[in-house]
């Protein structure tokens, strides 16, 4: 191994993980009230207004083609009613991570909004297909979707040393990129991500779906949800919608494909649903 590559520790894991932007208190209160059972349209509203940048990213999507609204959408409760509850959430979650998902990462190779455009795609795609196989709720594959490469804002600076040897060593044992950058670093993006969506408390079948997302079959809390981004993510990689750097060796878990009951061509079918959508996309940071 070069010498310049670092190994990292669990507590330099757990110390960078800390040190992320903590989600911002009015951004935590949209996504606490729409988990609220008692929280009635006007309230959420309210709750949202208290936030510029999510008010403006929140009209801008129910305006946008994603929902072919015939009519201008020109106020919260509107857009709320429109939306519903889980899709506020998920605006929420987005408003938050787009800015760390949208800079340069030099040691992934990826320039600025590079990431942004992969993880989008995926999110997309995951909740298109969870339509399709009638996995509920929908909302949750678009975050697992939209988070499961975030652990690579941290693990970017790390891969610089060691991109080139992990890019080889993967082409060379022809084993996947990710196993590799495991063996390397000490731990792989896919774990990263998972401990980032354990430390801003999101469901652990989430965190799950993040850590697995390359290997599925390791999920047992909600194995479905696992296979939905795995499938999102090898498919936008293979059709080259959004970007994704640890597609070497990258092959789709046949698993998948027989828990979700759909077969290849019908996910391909789905892939002309989200290609317009990540063209125009709504969620983008401001
Ligand atoms: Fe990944």
Redesign the pocket.
């Known amino acids: 191994m070069s010498a310049l590559i670092t190994r990292l520790t669990a507590p330099e894991v757990a110390a960078a993980v800390a040190e992320l932007p903590p989600m911002p208190s009015s951004i935590q209160e949209v996504i606490s009230a729409c988990d609220d059972q008692d929280m009635t349209v006007g309230q959420l509203s309210q709750v949202v207004l208290r936030d510029q940048s999510l008010t403006a990213n929140i009209l801008k999507l129910a305006n946008s083609s994603f929902y072919g609204h015939a009519r201008r959408v020109t106020t919260v409760t509107e857009a709320v009613v429109m939306l519903g509850f889980s899709a506020i959430k998920s605006l929420a979650i987005s408003s938050h991570t787009a800015r760390l998902l949208s800079g340069s990462l030099p040691g992934y190779g990826l320039q600025q909004g590079e990431l942004w455009r992969h993880s989008i795609s995926v999110a997309f795609t995951a909740r298109r297909l969870a339509v399709e196989v009638q996995l509920a709720p929908v909302e949750e594959a678009f975050v697992a979707g939209l988070l ?2 975030i652990g690579k804002t941290i693990l970017s600076s790390y891969m610089e040393n060691a991109f080139e040897e992990v890019t080889r060593i993967s082409q060379e044992r022809r084993v996947p990129f ?1 196993e590799v950058e495991a063996e390397l670093l000490g731990f792989d ?2 774990e990263l991500g998972a401990q980032i969506a354990s430390s801003w408390s999101f469901p652990p079948e989430l965190e799950e779906a993040i850590r697995f ?2 290997s599925p079959s390791g999920a047992t809390l909600k194995p479905t949800l696992a296979h939905c981004v795995h499938l999102a ?1 090898a498919a936008c990689m293979m059709l080259g919608v959004g970007l ?1 750097t ?1 597609g070497l060796m990258y092959g789709i878990d046949p698993a998948s494909l027989a828990v979700l009951d759909i077969t290849p061509d019908r996910l391909m079918r789905l892939m002309d649903d989200v290609g317009p959508l990540v063209s125009n996309d709504p969620f983008g940071p401001a």
């Open positions: 499961l490469d990710h993006h896919a997302h390359h993510d994704g640890d």
